[in-house]
Nanobody, 120 residues
Framework: QVQLVESGGGSVQAGGSLRLSCVAS????????MGWSRQVPGKGREGVASIDNTGKTRYADSVKGRFTISKDNAENTLYLQMNSLKPEDSAMYYC??????????????WGQGAQVTVSS
């Protein structure tokens, strides 16, 4: 079993920054791949970033250079540092995990989501 709990969502003006956190619990081997996806009403979830057990990261082109994914293994916490935020970044952000980082940004386990709103 894997449990994911996000925090850090909120509202910010364009150009600002936010940091999302996700505390993970459950078998470590079930979550060797960790990541973030986002979703707006009426659309499917869009993969944002991922990090595997070796620390290798992957980003969607839309956020590369602005967002940074990282993790603290000792604290079982995943982070998403979001800088230079744009209104189009507004979405519900979900912490996610899976056995491996394979098949694109596909994940088996999901958190409850954290709302991020970027105003212009």
């Amino acid at each position: 079993q894997v449990q994911l709990v996000e925090s850090g969502g909120g509202s910010v003006q364009a150009g600002g920054s936010l940091r999302l956190s996700c505390v993970a619990s459950g078998d470590t081997w079930r979550r060797q791949c960790m990541g973030w996806s986002r979703q707006v009403p009426g659309k499917g979830r869009e993969g944002v970033a991922s990090i595997d057990n070796t620390g290798k990261t992957r980003y969607a082109d839309s956020v590369k250079g602005r967002f940074t994914i990282s993790k603290d293994n000792a604290e079982n916490t995943l982070y998403l540092q979001m800088n230079s935020l744009k209104p189009e970044d507004s979405a519900m952000y979900y912490c996610a995990a899976d056995l491996l980082c394979a098949g694109g940004f596909s994940f088996r386990y999901w958190g409850q989501g954290a709302q991020v709103t970027v105003s212009s």
